[in-house]
């Protein structure tokens, strides 16, 4: 479900960037990256993440794991988000 309003400025959001990478992390350390997308607010710039991908890239063991994150940080699609 795609965000509508900014609660603050009562503009609606607008998506920024699909496939926007979070690194889930635990105590820490990495565990998961998982792919959604970013609305922004065009007044505030308030940022909303959501429509995320139904089971995640990558796990900490998978071998491709350090490169979907590097790539994303290069592209400017990252957040790490800590639990």
Known sequence: MRPT???H???EFRCVRNEH???VTC???PY???A???YECPS???SILTGWSRQPLADRGDPHYQAVVENAKNRG???EHAQ
Do not use: K, P
Request: net charge negative; with cysteine.
């Open 5 to 7: 309003l900014c609660g």
């Open 9 to 11: 400025c009562r503009v």
């Open 21 to 23: 990478i979070v690194e």
């Open 27 to 29: 105590d820490g350390e």
């Open 32 to 34: 998961q990256v998982w």
């Open 36 to 38: 959604c997308d970013q």
């Open 44 to 46: 505030c710039h308030a």
């Open 77 to 79: 699609a990252y957040t």
